[in-house]
């Protein structure tokens, strides 16, 4: 039986749609946030974690007033503690809206008014600050997850057999140590599926965490290979791996949970959230909508 939010979520995936050919902020749909948190355990007025989504849209473009194409990568951002998301669909419709839109009498100022624009409807939308900036195409590509090394090269691979394909948190386990450690550690094999389309969504996840209790990679890995037949938007993945990592640490422990899915329809989702007590000085380029950073060649 189709949920509340996936009937919601549907009301453009999975259907054949005409572009608009002139703007229209009509094409916005907002999901609620709710039904997944309440699954997992997660309290709107008491959320484990900040953190913002963060979306690159690869392929905007509009007109100006004389008829000019101006196309730039366009960054966006905004917090995880709006109640609701945008629909992914519905986004790339409403950017695409622009398209045959003359804004401006230069490019300059065609991407000042859209930039205005996006962020006004947005807000409107989602009932949250958002923030929109356009990356010109000789931006320098800022590396961030120097310091991360890939969970694989931890462990030997003729030790792990994986039979389970459901999100499975039984496979997570620790061990105290004796001192805080500081751990870096990435996964470039995150699979899930969109709750609607069911199509498969691909990506990165990074993880970090201080804490005198050691997550031990074999399980680690389990774990994120469990989603590889789950159905669930990006940002619900990002939470899930969040709370459940967040539950086996000491509540005052640093933990930073962010996933760098690739792009589908010229547009990607790097939800990004991490604890309170968490420094993320060294993150923040990738929340940063004036800077492009990513880590690997799929990005």
Sequence with gaps: MENKTDKIASKY????????????????????RTENRE?????????????FDVWHAYEFSALTENGLPVTRLMKL???????????SK??????NSFNMTRIGKTSRECLEICKKRIEND?????????CVDFIENDATRIEIFKKFKNI??????????????????????????????????????????????HQPDFGEVFIYYKSKRHIEEIGLIKYLCSFRSEFHFHEECCEMIFKRLFDL???????????????????????????????????????????????????
């Design 90 to 95: 519905s986004l790339k419709l409403y950017l």
């Design 77 to 87: 951002r905004y917090g995880c503690k709006s109640e609701s998301i945008i629909e």
């Design 152 to 197: 694989t090269d931890f462990v030997d691979e003729n030790d792990i057999t994986i039979e389970n394909f459901k999100e499975s948190p039984i496979f997570l386990k620790t061990k105290e140590t004796e001192s805080e450690k500081e751990h870096f550690l990435m996964f470039d094999s995150l699979r899930s599926n969109c709750r609607v389309t």
């Design 13 to 32: 995936l999975g259907k054949k749609t005409e572009n608009a050919e002139f703007y229209s902020p009509d094409y916005l749909v907002a999901v609620p």
């Design 39 to 51: 699954k997992y355990g997660i309290e709107e007025k008491n959320l484990p974690f900040e953190g």
């Design 122 to 130: 947005l807000k409107n939308k989602l009932k949250t600050e958002v």
């Design 249 to 299: 640490l000491e509540k005052q422990d640093e933990l930073f949970v962010c996933a760098l899915y690739t792009r589908r329809g010229g547009i990607d989702i790097c939800p990004v959230r991490w604890s309170p007590n968490c420094t993320i000085s060294d993150f923040y380029p990738l929340i940063d909508t004036k800077k492009y950073a990513r880590y690997g060649i799929r990005q």
